[in-house]
């Protein structure tokens, strides 16, 4: 007669196992120390990073180039703080500023409406166009409609 033979409880196609509980205790491990692994992969990267630095071959020196016979462009010049003013004082400087600035401002509109208006002039020419506009004390924004001037 045959005899059957006993399966062992743990080696079956119902049998879980371990397998769920270990992988629930690796992953509380990591929450509880994620910090630890942030340190020891750090120290692993700088390890890394210093092995590879002290293997490299050195780098040749970089020749510099030779400067060029021209001398450096000149800076711009900067204009010394202003003292305090009384309110008369700063009344009509803040006039003459506000002024000044609108004259910019047109004289900036002028130069563009000039080189649009010019499209196959280079910069040059149109600076000298802009420059002989302005000497003249016309403006394209000020001037505009004013049937007195010529």
């Keep these: 007669m045959a005899t059957k033979r006993r399966r062992s409880s743990s080696a079956g196609a119902g049998a879980v ?3 769920p509980f270990l ?3 690796v992953i509380g491990l ?3 120390y994620w910090w630890v692994l942030l340190i020891a992969l750090g120290v692993v ?3 890394v990073a210093l092995v590879r630095f002290a293997t ?3 780098r040749p020196a970089r020749v510099r180039p030779l400067k060029s016979a021209r001398p450096p462009k000149p800076r711009p010049v900067m204009t010394p703080p202003r003292p305090a003013l009384v309110n008369d004082d700063l009344a009509d400087q803040m006039r003459a500023i506000k002024q000044v600035r609108h004259i910019r401002e047109m004289q900036e509109w002028d130069y563009e409406w000039i080189r649009l208006t010019n499209p196959q002039k280079s910069s040059h020419e149109l600076s000298e166009i ?3 506009h302005f000497a003249r004390g016309r403006s394209i924004g000020i001037n505009y409609g004013d049937p007195s001037v010529p």
């Design 17 to 19: 196992g371990c397998g």
């Design 23 to 25: 992988a629930l205790v």
């Design 30 to 32: 990591l929450v509880q």
């Design 45 to 47: 990267a700088l390890t």
């Design 56 to 58: 490299a071959p050195t």
């Design 130 to 132: 802009a420059n002989a």
